[in-house]
């Protein structure tokens, strides 16, 4: 089975630092996704990639930027985090290979506390 | 704009009921939909993909129709179980977009 890995389920970290949200996929998928999740917002794609080295932003790409030098992993960087980017966090990845339906699979989340 | 609805918001059924969860979508030009079940702080976990050509997938208690034309689609979940109290989501993809999801709750 396919399988997303977040590096980190819990995080916490300061106003102003810069902080790593890193994302690893096990199924040679060529799409991943970065979404994050609050109470009554659902979810919200803040940036998503097609192909290594690729990045398109989402809805909310304020304050995020991406890196994806890998095939296998999506990162997501917070350049300055602020106290409303406290949220939970999480990636998603799905093959590009319509045969396979474009299935999208997620990560556990990480919930990320800025104070 | 798609735009994805759930309802009930929220639901709360006794151990042993049927579970008829509803999902809307207002552009019918879907490619698939797929259901999602969430558990309190965790990742959301796949339960059916529906491609738009199809009218329903099944997968043990779980059973999701599609009807495109109406903009519809709904998930059944047969003799509902603690277990299954959760969040459950659907979203559409043409341009992904999800809905709020349903909470639900099955009491013993």
């Known amino acids: 089975d396919v399988k997303v890995t977040q590096s980190s389920r819990y995080l916490v970290k300061r106003t102003g630092e810069k902080v790593f949200l890193e994302c690893v996929q096990d199924?040679?998928?060529?799409?991943m996704f970065w979404y994050r999740q609050d109470p009554g917002l659902g979810l919200r794609l803040i940036y998503f990639?097609?192909?290594?080295?690729?990045?398109e932003k989402g809805d909310i790409p304020e304050g995020y930027s991406v890196s994806r030098e890998k095939k296998e992993r999506f990162s997501l960087i917070l350049e300055s985090a602020s106290t409303n980017q406290t949220s939970m966090y999480l990636c998603?990845?799905?093959?590009?290979?319509?045969?396979?339906?474009?299935?999208?699979?997620f990560g556990s989340g990480t919930q990320l506390s800025v104070l | 704009k798609q735009e994805v609805t759930q309802i009930p918001a929220a639901l709360s059924v006794p151990e042993g009921e049927n579970l008829v969860l509803n999902c809307s979508f207002t552009?019918?030009?879907?490619?698939?939909l797929q259901w999602f079940r969430q558990d309190p702080g965790k990742g959301l976990t796949s339960l059916l993909l529906?491609?738009?050509?199809?009218r329903e997938q099944t997968s043990g208690r779980l059973n999701a129709s599609l009807d495109k034309s109406s903009g519809r689609s709904t998930l059944y979940i047969a003799a509902s179980q603690p277990g299954d109290s959760a969040t459950y989501l659907c979203?559409?993809?043409?341009?992904?977009?999800f809905g709020a999801g349903t909470q639900v709750v099955v009491t013993p």
């Open positions: 998603a990845s799905s093959s590009r290979d319509r045969g396979r339906g474009e299935k999208l699979f």
């Open positions: 990639s097609y192909d290594v080295k690729m990045k």
């Open positions: 529906i491609q738009s050509s199809q």
């Open positions: 199924m040679d998928h060529e799409n």
């Open positions: 552009d019918s030009a879907i490619y698939n």
């Open positions: 979203a559409v993809k043409g341009k992904l977009q």
